[in-house]
C-alpha cells in the first residue's frame, strides 16, 4: 500500500509507531515517549487507511481491459429491453467496452455466416 496514513495504533501526537519511537519531538508537545492514540484517532485513520485502499482498487479497475458486460432488466416483462452495462466499471456508456464489443462483432459476424446452423 503506498498511503501516508499513520497507522491506526501509531503515537497520538505525531503519528510514529511504538517500536520506532523512542522520544520524540513535535511542535505542539515537544519531547514526548509514545502515547497510545485516542479511539477517534484510531477509527479516523482507519478510515482514512480504507478510503485509500478503496481508491487505489478503484483506479487499477480503470485500468483493467473492460472485455465483460452483463445485460440488466428483467426477462419476466417483455417490455423491459434492460441495457448491456460493462461488468468492471459498471458503466453502460464505457468506450473501451464498446471498443472490445466492436471489434468482436467484426470477427465473430462474418464466421457465422460462412458455417452453418447446427439445429
Known sequence: MTTTTAAPYACRWC???EREHMQRS???VGWHPWQAPT???I???MLLR???RLAERAARRQALFHATG???GSSLSPEDEGEFICRDCGSPACARLA???RHLDRIRWPQSWREPFLF
Open 26 to 28: 513535535k511542535p505542539p
Open 39 to 41: 479511539q477517534e484517532q
Open 99 to 101: 471498443r472490445v464489443q
Open 70 to 72: 452483463f445485460w440488466t
Open 50 to 52: 480504507r478510503a485509500a
Open 43 to 45: 477509527k479516523t485513520r
Open 15 to 17: 503519528g510514529i509507531g
